[in-house]
């Protein structure tokens, strides 16, 4: 609706004077997501009642929503508590701008214990506080008294599934989570949350028909979370091999999550294993349509373009994306490292990738055989080759992983360095840590050449 000429004003004036009418407006523009003409509205209303604390409460929580501007939905909740000083929810959503803008979670706190002191029915103040403690005090003990006083004012479905994650990731105690789960679920049977938590509770004790139909109850449901998507779709991918029953449930999550973009990379993969090129390269295309900053999607969207298309250098482009978010991800400095080794023979700068993986995961031993072979193959230094194997801190690596170091220096200066004593001391190290017919066959060898020479 478009409330711009003065013909429009006065039949929202109309409107405004109208109760009834007005809520109609607000609800059809709500469920537009039509927040531009929601704030006219609000704006409007508080024309003719700068008082009124339903409008200044709605125009708070849009600024702070949906546009972001905190400060402004600050100074319409101070307006709020200005008229009604002992208005809860006002509390409750200057907690939620502490938390999330400011970061000041002791005055989030202050605000949440407030609310919920003025409504003592407050679920979604029990809620945000209880995670509050959780996730930045690190106070599991206080945010359990929490949601326990939460549950002596009011019998909740939300509160009982918040009392059953903490009973069972936090304390460990698999009964009572159960037992508040059905609870909960006794309560509101489309409580999603509450389903979700009882199936991870059956995947992990194993029970994986049970949890298979738990999530499957949940997902029939009008309203469903992200964690079940995640948890339903892998146990029916590694557990039961069901490819179809997975890419129903990605579609269905596109239906809820339309801007959530790895799950059409998701789907893209799936149908790529499915052997259907044409849904494949449909779902990555549409992947790459949105603005990316999750390094998931943009590892999957960059190995299916080299899987799918044989486009290193359209790959290329999202791994470096990945790098630009985290230096760090070993995956696409992998990718990387490999392309400018073997694609555009940037010998130098894929030597210096393959360090920083070696720097940055002291287990990954094939990075190391690697940078050995670089040495070897490109720079004609087998010297350097063997002082980066040499220098390589054991500790980490399984005795068979030790073994394989030892025969790779030992066959460096067998054949690179003609050097027979000192590839046979390392030949026996490995030797000793797993006997090996063919490393004996090896060590006998130079032995009886060695003899050979000598006579």
């Not at 992990?204 to 779709?233: C, G, M, R, V």
Request: with cysteine; proline share 1%.
């Amino acid at each position: 609706m478009d409330i711009g000429d003065k013909k429009k004003i006065e039949n929202l004036q109309k409107v405004v004077l109208n109760s009834e009418a007005l809520n109609q407006l607000i609800t059809d523009l709500d469920n537009k997501e039509n927040y531009e003409e929601l704030v006219k509205v609000y704006e409007f209303v508080l024309e003719n009642n700068p008082l009124d604390t339903n409008a200044l409460m709605e125009l708070a929580i849009i600024y702070a929503d949906n546009y972001h501007d905190y400060e402004k939905a600050c100074n319409y909740l101070n307006e709020v508590l200005k008229v009604d000083p002992n208005n809860a929810e006002a509390y409750f959503h200057k907690g939620r701008i502490m938390e999330h803008w400011k970061k000041d979670y002791d005055e989030a706190k202050t605000n949440y214990l407030k609310a919920v002191s003025l409504d003592k029915k407050l679920v979604d103040g029990y809620l945000n506080l209880s995670w509050l403690y959780l996730d930045y005090f690190k106070d599991i003990n206080t945010s359990y008294i929490v949601i326990q006083e939460g549950l002596k004012n009011i019998e909740d479905s939300d509160l009982y599934t918040q009392l059953a994650y903490i009973e069972y990731y936090k304390y460990h105690e698999v009964s009572k989570a159960r037992e508040h789960l059905n609870k909960a679920i006794e309560l509101d049977n489309e409580n999603d949350l509450a389903y979700t938590y009882l199936g991870q509770i059956y995947l992990d004790e194993q029970e994986f028909n049970k949890a298979k139909e738990i999530f499957a109850q949940a997902f029939s449901l009008p309203n469903i979370n992200e964690i079940l998507i995640h948890e339903y779709s892998r146990l029916l991918i590694l557990v039961y091999r069901d490819i179809d029953g997975a890419i129903d449930v990605f579609r269905k999550a596109i239906a809820h999550y339309p801007n959530n973009v790895i799950y059409y990379a998701y789907l893209a993969n799936l149908y790529f294993i499915n052997g259907n090129l044409t849904q494949a390269k449909r779902y990555l295309n549409e992947a790459e349509n949105f603005t990316i900053d999750d390094q998931e999607a943009l590892l999957m969207i960059g190995y299916l373009k080299v899987m799918m298309d044989n486009d290193k250098e359209g790959a290329l482009m999202y791994f470096e994306k990945v790098i630009e978010l985290n230096p760090t991800n070993i995956n696409a400095l992998s990718f990387i490292g490999f392309y400018n080794l073997v694609n555009n023979k940037q010998i130098e700068t894929a030597l210096a990738y393959f360090k920083k993986i070696a720097s940055l995961s002291d287990d990954n031993l094939v990075v190391h055989f690697i940078i050995a072979q670089i040495y070897l193959q490109h720079y004609n230094d087998v010297q350097k080759a063997l002082d980066h194997l040499l220098s390589v801190d054991i500790s980490n690596y399984s005795s068979q992983e030790v073994c394989q170091l030892y025969f790779l220096i030992g066959n460096i200066f067998e054949k690179f360095e003609r050097n027979n004593h000192k590839a046979l001391e390392y030949y026996e190290k490995a030797y000793q840590i797993k006997p090996d017919k063919y490393l004996e066959e090896i060590i006998n060898k130079i032995y009886e050449m060695d003899k050979t020479l000598i006579n």
